[in-house]
Structures are given as C-alpha cells and as structure tokens.
C-alpha cells in the first residue's frame, strides 16, 4: 500500500470533491451502485480495504468512508430498494491501519435511511421514486428534526402523529374509520423472561418486600415473575385472561399490573383492569407500561390511541407524565414514580411518605475512633448501637426508640452522657456534620413534595416526625426552609458556583457531569436540582452518568456500557429533562462519534470500589500527555486520533506502546513524563 493511500487527507479530499454520495462532517456514504465512479485512487484505496473482511459477510448495499481515520464501514440494507426506510441489519467495520475489523448486528429499533435518493447517483433506476418521496416528507415536515428520526421507533411515531403512513414509497393518509375493529391477539404481548421483570425488582431493590407479604400478579402472562418471587419465599398467585383464566383473582399485600395497561386496546377495559387490580391491593400496587423510550418492533400501524405491532399486538406507547396522569385520575391516588414507566401506589399514606423520604437519605459514615479514651474502650460494644443509630437519624434517640437505650442509660444513667463519652473519642465535628446532611435530607423530601401535595404532618410516620422536630423545631419551619431551598433553584449561577466548587465531578462552563453513584455526596442544591427530575419523571435505566446544565434547568441521564471495565466507555444513550416544562428528550449515539468518558476518577467518590484503578490509570495518562488537550479527546473520534499519534494502546487499564509506534515519538513522550513525574515529586515535597 502506497504512503498516499494511507494519507487520511487525501481521502477526505477526494470524498468532499464528489458529485454524489450523502456526506457528513467525518463521513461519506456511498450505495454499492456508485462503487465504480469513484476516482481511481478512492477505488483502490477501498479494494484493498475490503480485502480484509472475512470470506463469508452479509450483502453489502452502503459504504461508509471515515474521512477522519483510515476506516471504512460496509452496511446491510438488504431491503434498500423495496423499503422507503430500510433499517440497518448489521454492519462491519475494517481499520485499515490496524488490518482489524469489527462486526456489529443491530436489534430491534435499527437505525434506518432517510433520503435515499443521496446515496445514489442520478441514473439510478430508482432515484426519482425516491427523491420524490423525500420532497413530499419534507413538505409535510416529516424531516424536520433528523436528529430524532434516526431510529425505527422514533420514525414511526412520527409517522403515527402525523396521521401518515408509507406504501410503494408513496405517504397516505390515515384517516379515523368507523366499523368492525380488528381482532388483536393480547396474549402474544406476553413475554418470556429470564429473570424477573424490572418493575417487581424494584420493589425488592426499595426494600419494601418483607417477610409474611403476599403477592399477586394481575396479568402474570407465563408467570415468571411468580416463579422468582416464590424462589425468594414469598406466597405469589397470579391471573392470566389467556394463560391463566381460571385462577382465583385474590387480594393480596402487594399486586403488580406489569405492563398490562399498554397491551388492552380499548381505553374502558383499560381502565377496568387498572381498578380491579387496584381493588385487590391491601398495601401497594406496582403499575408499568411501555413509555416512549421502549423498542418499537417492524411494520407498526395507528390503531386507536397506540399502534398494531407485526405480532398483532396492540401496544399504547405513554409519555412519563401521561402516565402518571392517567394513575392518579382513574384511582384517585399519588402515584410515586420509580423509573421510567414504572409507579408505586401506597393504600397508607404515611407509608408512601416514608418511601418518598427514604429516597432522599444520604449514607453517612460512623465518625471513627481517634483518641483512646479508656472509659468509651471499657463500653464500646455497648455504646455501638447509640453511635449506629445517630449516624442513622442525626439525631438522639426518643424515649423507647432503642431497644438498647435500658442496658445503656443502666452505665451512663442517660443517653446525652453517654454520647459525650463518644464524642470525646471521636471528632465531634463529625457528628454536627451527620446532624446537617440529615437536615439537608429532609429539607430535599419536603421540597420535592411541593410539586405534588405535600403531606400533613399527620401524615407522616413517627420516626419522621422526631426527626422534623429535633432538626426543626417545628413542622412550619422544616416547609419554609425547604421552599426557600427550592426558589433558589432558580439561580443558575449560584448553581454555577457550587458545581464549580464541587469536589467530585467533571465541571465545564456549561455543565457538570458525575457518576449515579456519587449523587448524595454532592451539595445538597445540587441533589434537589437532580431530584426534580429523577422524582418528578424518573431515571433512564442502566445511568453511568448525570449531567446537569448549568446555563438552562436540565438534567441528562446517560447511560455507558462496561463503565467499570472499559477504560474509557463510550456514551451510548442520553435522556434530556427540561425542568421548566418537563419535556423528555432521548438521543442514541452513533459510536464512531460518541462522546467519550475520560478522567473516571474524578466523576466518582473516593469511596468506589475502583477508585484507586481509575486514578492510576488517569494519572498514567496525564504522565503521556493524552490530557493536554481537553477539546479534542471528548469524542470517540478525537480521542482515537490522539491515541494514534501519541503511538499508544490500552492494555487492560494500563498504558502500553503500539508496535508500530514511531521512535522518536516515543522518545518525545518519554521526556515528557519523566519531567512531569520530577514536577510532580517536587510539589509534594514542596506540601
């Protein structure tokens, strides 16, 4: 291969002066067709290419020339003449640089082509069908927002809410028809599953499943979710109008309408079986449905309020806030949201208060032992439950609040003397701080519950109650600290600020991301600020990452596969909150240009188990210079090309050179972390 051909410049070059060909800022796409037009080194430069693919591939109808690094992409659109958007199959990447390539096979929402007519040249036999379906979408809008069109799922609800459908490349116009419905077949909604569905988890995962509880499934479909609940050794029972009619419908501690409201066509039996289940709940109902973000599957058509999937399924597509809506309405209730597309219903009040709270408690650590102090070594044992449950409350026990608080108050005659004994042992600093964070807590439930209906101090279980008035003083003054909390939300530079300051997270001018896990470590404003979202819409399933904006009120969700593993993970979805009206947003990255994670360190606590890794591994990468510029690494793309200039790989979480590294690259790299390593001893020093 020629040093030209290997020219990444060259390539660009040749690919922008094309007449044809959908180009994008690092890309080209060409359909197979047009394979003979290119120039004559583009051609060779893509033979010798696919001369590494593996014998046996798919049928190739794209070609994907990365103008950015010596790679090129072949794409599975077997349907692209017949289909007026064929999906994506599967595709494969080859790194001419690196002789690799990589096959990828794409689920069920695949990316699909708009515009096909691009792709091709003018003499195709097709291109004027399909330019003319282009100018008709555009005319009706269709194509407005390409960035959310780019999936199967995204397309047809777009189609749905313009009342559109596509046939022989041609839009018709779906219009509301009056006569005999179709027959849906509701029980092929019903899934198979492997291990136990995400709404039931998440009762286990809040703890609120507990010895002697009861469990029904309104809707069970195969009942595997009865089958790993009786695993864990709870009384489960279940009703299935298809796979199980003749069972019992029975009341029941906790009861679950998993995703059964989304699959019942007709809005009045929808209803009905939102009721019944809710009549047979003694403590909580755990309602789901499919929300907007769920996979959509092949050939779906408007039917009614939702869509007829290819299985002849009905399927009712919610938004977040339409679901919720719709609970609280037919039930009367206050839905508490848990994740996106899944509710709680609490039948006690208080106890759905005390949820509420508990999703706002922080972990607090029991101040350690500094000074040996004989008298708190003698009653250490015996002081350890008093020092557990402060840590817990931030506060002392009531009257009768600890079963210890006899055998106790029998050495130290009352609890106050006894925690001055642990306060001479430990920082007393460390207690007035637990004492805080209990208070910022609170102050962030009760905040929160301004958007719905805040509770009556009645209402609240006892517990809550002594916490109120002890951090407090009274129920009044605990609700007037946390709006003022709240109003202050509304000045994003004071938010700015504290990002600013925060010890934990990546801040920039425009927003501040950290890792799920470090959340309740972060400034109490900032916890509201997240809370607002997180508690009033939910949380993408599977987040790595929050980011909050500071120069408008929102928050995203991100999600990243492998974020332990992968040195530097990738973003592979986002959900974009807008707090002001609470608009959902999702967004899917194509992963050749992705944002990439860096630095993973500073996104988590000192307290992650992977800390220690991600620092050595970042300041390894610090040492060689990979930071030194910030802009350019914070995209997949950017970041390969520094790695190949700099001549390195990742070998695990450890840096290594490339074999094909250049030596006097090395030697520059080489000089420059042994100067920065003697910079870095002679601070600390210097400290």
């Not at 799922?153 to 459908?165: A, G, Y």
């Not at 399927?315 to 508490?336: C, R």
């Amino acid at each position: 291969m020629t040093k030209e051909l290997l020219n990444i410049k060259t390539v660009c070059s040749l690919c922008h002066n094309l007449s044809f060909g959908k180009k994008l800022p690092q890309a080209l796409y060409i359909h197979i067709s047009a394979l003979g037009r290119l120039p004559k080194l583009l051609k060779d430069y893509e033979a010798i290419t696919r001369s590494l693919l593996p014998d046996q591939t798919f049928p190739i109808v794209l070609i994907k020339f990365n103008t950015s690094e010596p790679k090129i992409s072949y794409l599975d659109y077997s349907d692209f003449n017949e289909d007026p958007h064929p999906a994506l199959k599967q595709s494969i990447q080859v790194n001419l640089e690196l002789s690799s390539h990589q096959l990828r096979h794409y689920g069920e929402n695949p990316p699909i082509l708009h515009r096909k007519e691009t792709f091709v040249c003018p003499d195709y036999p097709h291109y004027q069908t399909f330019a003319e379906l282009t100018e008709a979408e555009e005319k009706l809008g269709l194509l407005a927002d390409s960035r959310n069109i780019g999936h199967r799922q995204q397309w047809e609800e777009k189609l749905q809410h313009f009342r559109v459908r596509i046939k022989d490349h041609q839009l018709i116009e779906i219009k509301n028809t009056e006569g005999k419905s179709p027959k849906i077949d509701r029980h092929k909604a019903a899934i198979i599953r492997r291990q136990m569905s995400r709404p039931v988890r998440s009762l286990f995962e809040a703890n609120l499943v507990h010895e002697g509880m009861s469990f029904f499934d309104y809707g069970c479909g195969h009942g595997e979710d009865l089958k790993f609940v009786a695993e864990k050794g709870f009384t489960a029972q279940g009703w299935d109008p298809f796979y199980q009619p003749d069972n019992e419908l029975i009341a029941a501690d906790i009861v679950n309408l998993g995703y059964v409201i989304n699959v019942v066509e007709k809005p009045v039996e929808r209803r009905e079986a939102l009721v019944n289940a809710w009549g047979l709940t003694q403590k909580i109902l755990v309602v789901s449905a499919q929300v907007l973000i769920a996979d959509g599957g092949y050939g779906q058509v408007a039917y009614g309020d939702g869509v007829i999937t290819s299985r002849n399924t009905f399927q009712k597509y919610y938004d977040q806030e339409e679901l919720k809506l719709y609970i609280d309405q037919v039930l009367g209730v206050d839905a508490v949201p848990v994740a996106l597309g899944i509710y709680f219903v609490f039948r006690d009040e208080s106890q759905a208060e005390t949820f509420r709270a508990s999703r706002f408690r922080s972990r607090a650590t029991t101040p350690r032992i500094r000074l040996s102090i004989k008298r708190f070594e003698d009653y250490q044992e015996l002081l350890q439950p008093l020092m557990n449950f402060i840590t817990e409350r931030g506060r002392l026990p009531k009257k009768n609040e600890l079963p210890e608080e006899g055998d106790i108050c029998a050495e130290f005659r009352t609890l106050t003397r006894a925690f001055k004994v642990i306060e001479e042992a430990t920082d007393a600093a460390e207690w007035e701080s637990i004492t805080e964070q209990r208070r910022s807590d609170i102050q962030i439930y009760l905040a929160l519950s301004k958007f719905a209906k805040r509770p009556k101090f009645s209402q609240l279980n006892d517990t809550l109650k002594t916490d109120i008035k002890v951090l407090f003083g009274t129920y009044k003054q605990a609700c007037l600290l946390s709006d003022m909390m709240l109003f202050s939300l509304g000045d994003l530079q004071n938010l700015a600020d504290i990002a600013q300051q925060s010890d934990i997270g990546i801040c920039s001018s425009k927003a501040l991301l950290v890792h799920i896990s470090a959340l309740e470590q972060l400034d109490p404003m900032l916890r509201l600020y997240e809370g607002c979202a997180s508690r009033t819409v939910g949380r993408l399933e599977n987040v790595s990452l929050v980011r909050f904006y500071l120069r408008e009120p929102k928050i995203a969700y991100i999600s990243c596969d492998n974020f332990d593993k992968d040195p530097h993970p990738r973003w592979q979805m986002a959900m974009q909150i807008g707090l002001q009206n609470l608009k959902v947003r999702y967004k899917e990255y194509d992963s050749d240009f992705a944002p990439v994670v860096q630095r993973k360190d500073r996104l988590v606590g000192q307290d992650y188990s992977l800390y220690e890794k991600f620092a050595k591994l970042s300041q390894q990468e610090e040492d060689w210079g990979l930071f030194d510029d910030w802009s350019e690494i914070q995209l997949w793309s950017g970041w390969q090309k520094v790695l190949r200039e700099t001549g390195v790989e990742f070998n695990g979480s450890r840096l290594q050179w490339r074999k094909d590294a250049n030596p006097y690259q090395q030697k520059i790299v080489k000089s420059r972390i042994r100067a920065r390593q003697r910079q870095r001893q002679k601070y600390k020093k210097g400290n």
